[in-house]
């Protein structure tokens, strides 16, 4: 476990999935968190789950707007003085169907808090990280379709992520000459809402979908401590801190007929990385 040594790190989106498992783990390492979520009632709960006292705390936010971020950068600095790491965790998914069966407002909503959401948080992060004589970290979260993956019935998604990808490999060139890094967070494929959404009105697509998903996949108290640590262990801008790697996915795929697993299960019986 890599010591975070009390640095400030926010996370958007942090109220559940994905972002508040990064919270629980970011906490654990000694850091103070600032999370974000949709809800006063969202905000709350997560907070409730933390537990963590002063270490935590958090406001309604929507990263689709600049100024709403803004005011999460301000919570945050008025709450602990400085802001060390920025992470662009906020994320939507669309039912998995051919885009012309996906409606404009939800290819609209998609493409603003995934994208419109990074990118604002970007924008306010790099403009208050230089501020600081110790600059500081921006981490954008990949998806489906970040690094050139295709399928079928992930255009608004996909196309989201690997604009996202696009939008972080120029904010490092960007940064290059600034006391601001960027860096890349790849999760892989976890069991979130998020992924349930994907196959919303579709059970009998979930049943197949969940073949794959069961040797690939991973629950997010499985890959959320590996990602916390790169965060914090990361040095140089451009770092990709990738959980589900090409090495990983072959094994898996190899040791499937002898290693059942099922990251649909209860939190008890968990599951193999």
Known sequence: ???GNGRVVVVTGGTRGIGLGLAKELVARDCRVVICGRSEAAVTKALGELDAGQKATGIPADVTSRESVQALWDHAVATYGHVDIWINNAGISAPRRPLTEVSQDTVASVVATNLFGATNGSVVAMAGLQQQPAGGWIWNMEGFGSTGQVQPG????G???RAVTYLTETLVK????TNVKVG????GIVATDLLMDDYDGQPEAMEKAKKIFNILGDRVETVTPYLADGVLAATKSGTRVAWLTKAKAFGRFATAGFKKRDIFAPETQGSAA
């Open 174 to 177: 960007e940064a290059k000459d």
């Open 154 to 157: 992930m255009a608004a998604y």
């Open 159 to 161: 196309a989201s992520k």
């Open 184 to 187: 890349f967070l790849s999760p």
């Open 1 to 3: 476990m890599t010591s």
